[in-house]
């Protein structure tokens, strides 16, 4: 009789020949070793199977033609067998005690539906960034809705937890693991252990939040109902706002003037004691 691993690890992957050996070795060299690796390889056209040749008997391997990260990881969550679920993206990497320490923080904390870590960066040349973005534990929705402070892979979640709030929103564009974590925050407390135990790579060539396009979903996922009745309504209005009137100064510098001043209006209509929305309001209004 098989016994399941206590941890399921999902890597998901498209063409990423370079960096996918550092997230494995990484996992490899982890001191918690009750764990299986699940590899999506999302349709990738480069040498990824051969790059895996030599960790063919530490992984499970499973190809799909290319439908997305979101789909990628929801399908590694389907083909795994643990009780937690690790998530690792491709460029990223972990120090050697990260698992260790969040199966510790589990079993302490039973009633945690996720636990994350702190993080440090690295960008395509090499410069290091030990210390990012702090985080808190317990129930932090409210904390999450100010600032998302979880990378994906950081983050470590039950399965009964999934099995509650559903898994990545594969409609979403971007901003799915954003999506999730409020959903996770919304029904159970979650964990945060700030030491730096996960690394990511700071690509500039990734899709942005800050770009258009972000921004849109990322007022897609704030806006949805649960957040409306959950959130304190000054709260709710501030972060909304915020939203619009970035939203509407990258309209405005397409020179799209009618949809950025539309957007800095209905900043200003939500907040209006917002000075900097004032102040571009009145600049740009009758240009």
């Known amino acids: 009789m098989q016994v399941s691993p206590r941890v399921s690890i999902i890597i998901p992957t ?15 060299a982890q001191t918690y070793t009750d764990y299986e690796i699940v590899i999506i390889d999302d349709g990738s056209t480069d040498d990824t199977l051969d790059i895996l040749a030599p960790y063919e008997k530490s992984i499970r391997y499973f190809y799909q ?16 067998r643990g009780a937690y679920i690790a998530l690792l993206d491709s460029d990223d990497y972990w120090l050697p005690r990260k698992l260790a320490s ?17 993080c440090s960066s690295i960008s395509p040349d090499g410069r290091f960034r030990r210390y990012n973005r702090r985080g808190k534990s ?67 060539h990734g899709v942005s939040i800050d770009s258009l396009a972000g ?18 309504p000054a709260l709710y209005r501030r972060r909304m706002a915020r ?5 509407g100064r990258h309209y405005l510098r397409r020179d799209r003037r009618v949809e950025g001043k539309t957007y800095l209006r209905k900043s200003l209509q939500l907040n209006p004691l917002d000075l900097k929305n004032l102040w571009h309001y009145m600049l740009n209004r009758f240009r």
């Open 102 to 118: 969040q199966a510790e923080g589990m079993e302490k904390n039973p009633q945690w539906g996720m636990v994350a870590t702190r």
């Open 243 to 247: 939203n619009y009137h970035y939203l």
């Open 14 to 28: 498209f063409n990423r020949r370079d960096y996918l050996p550092i997230a494995l070795d990484s996992v490899l």
């Open 138 to 204: 317990g129930w932090i929705l409210t904390d999450l809705f100010k600032s998302n402070f979880i990378r994906t892979s950081s983050a470590l979640i039950t399965r009964e937890c999934l099995e509650q709030v559903g898994l990545f929103d594969t409609s979403l564009p971007e901003c799915e693991e954003y999506d999730l974590w409020l959903r996770i925050a919304h029904r159970y407390p979650i964990g945060f252990i700030n030491q730096p135990l996960t690394v990511y790579t700071d690509n500039p």
């Open 215 to 232: 921004r849109h979903v990322r007022i897609q996922v704030l806006e949805k109902e649960y957040l409306r009745k959950c959130i304190p």
């Open 65 to 80: 033609e290319n439908r997305g990260i979101a789909a990628a990881r929801n399908r590694g969550i389907e083909e795994s």
